[in-house]
């Protein structure tokens, strides 16, 4: 069973940066598409920044350029660098992996496409 386990929330000023961490459990890690969504209370989830298993990325119109998206295989971690961070990036963010035999070529901005998820990181940008 793979477990996913966030790292890296806190509370900074718009302006600052942070990295969150997304730790897996399973070698099988390198074939998967994985991902970061968050959410606000009272709206549904949505994706910030996807990877597929050749390094592919997709990134949400509202945080392009400011935030990136990574991974080392080696250490079965997922990363995203959130710079420049705006109030609105405010939400409990999740990290979330297909987790499947196929190998997972192409990764995509939609929930319902991931069925492993962390426990969520809190981020909270202030003004």
């Known amino acids: 069973q793979v477990q996913l386990v966030e790292s890296g929330g806190g509370s900074v000023q718009a302006g600052g940066s942070l990295r969150l961490s997304c730790a897996a459990s399973?070698?099988?890690?390198?074939?998967?598409?994985m991902g970061w969504f968050r959410q606000v209370p009272g709206k549904e989830r949505e994706g910030v920044a996807v990877?597929?298993?050749?390094?592919?990325?997709l990134y949400a119109d509202s945080v392009k350029g400011r935030f990136t998206i990574s991974k080392d295989n080696a250490k079965n971690t997922l990363y995203l660098r959130m710079n420049s961070l705006k109030p609105e990036d405010t939400a409990m963010y999740y990290c979330a992996a297909r987790v499947e035999a196929v190998y997972c070529s192409i990764a995509y901005l939609f929930t319902t496409m991931y069925n492993t998820w962390g426990q969520g990181t809190q981020v909270t940008v202030s003004s």
């Open positions: 399973r070698y099988t890690y390198s074939s998967y598409c």
């Open positions: 990877i597929d298993s050749d390094g592919d990325t």
